[in-house]
T-cell receptor, first 111, second 116 residues
Framework: GQQLNQSPQSMFIQEGEDVSMNCTSS?????WLWYKQDPGEGPVLLIA???AGELTSNGRLTAQFGITRKDSFLNISASIPSDVGIYFC???????????WGAGTKLIIKP | ETGVTQTPRHLVMGMTNKKSLKCEQH?????MYWYKQSAKKPLELMFV???????ENNSVPSRFSPECPNSSHLFLHLHTLQPEDSALYLC???????????????FGPGTRLTVL
């Protein structure tokens, strides 16, 4: 079945560092969505990608829709403490457009 | 501010209690969703409503009963829950899914439910 594999599961970084995470699948998708969830809150949509090869930025965040349509990448430049949280990728299934979700990448900033 | 509100934010209930979770969206969307989020597990879709009609029920036990009186409001009625039902319950809304931007879902802050 369709599933999304996110990596890494967690990241410990220093403030100011750049961050990269990715989401892969054995299936082709036509849309990639990246969400961030703060503790005790709902996920917030960061970036939406609709076209293979597309590169889209939102402030210090940049996401890319892989050319094979089987993967997507999220980069955060010059991380700050408020970047802490869990980042999820999600894509709609072809059959019923329900979103399937990656397990998340937890970002932790070392003090 | 996401335009999707949920109440209550926190709920503690016994196994014999009946309670309801409420969700309201102010985005003009037609589809609404209930998700369950347990620790260290991916988001689990429970129910989908499109134009007030339930279109998906992902094998959810009958102790969870959804209600969608209109496109802006969604309820989850809880009855005779088990401790393993303790989780964050998230509501989301979207335009009618099918085309690119319509698949974007917008979430409320969630209700943290603890079943004793």
């Amino acid at each position: 079945g369709q599933q999304l594999n996110q990596s890494p599961q967690s990241m410990f970084i220093q403030e100011g560092e750049d961050v990269s995470m990715n989401c892969t699948s054995s299936s082709i998708f036509n849309t990639w969505l990246w969400y961030k969830q703060d503790p005790g809150e709902g996920p917030v949509l960061l970036i939406a990608l609709y076209k293979a090869g597309e590169l889209t930025s939102n402030g210090r965040l940049t996401a890319q829709f892989g050319i094979t349509r089987k993967d997507s990448f999220l980069n955060i430049s010059a991380s700050i403490p408020s970047d802490v949280g869990i980042y999820f990728c999600a894509s709609p299934m072809d059959s019923n457009y329900q979103l399937i979700w990656g397990a998340g990448t937890k970002l932790i900033i070392k003090p | 501010e996401t335009g999707v509100t949920q109440t209550p934010r926190h709920l503690v209930m016994g196994m014999t209690n009946k309670k309801s979770l409420k969700c309201e969206q102010h985005l003009g969307h037609n589809a609404m969703y209930w998700y369950k989020q347990s620790a260290k597990k991916p988001l689990e879709l429970m129910f989908v409503y499109n134009f007030k009609e339930q279109t998906e029920n992902n094998s959810v036990p009958s102790r969870f009963s959804p209600e969608c009186p209109n496109s802006s409001h969604l309820f989850l009625h809880l009855h005779t829950l088990q401790p393993e039902d303790s989780a964050l319950y998230l509501c989301a809304s979207s335009r009618t899914p099918g085309t690119s931007e319509n698949n974007e879902q917008f979430f409320g802050p969630g209700t943290r439910l603890t079943v004793l």
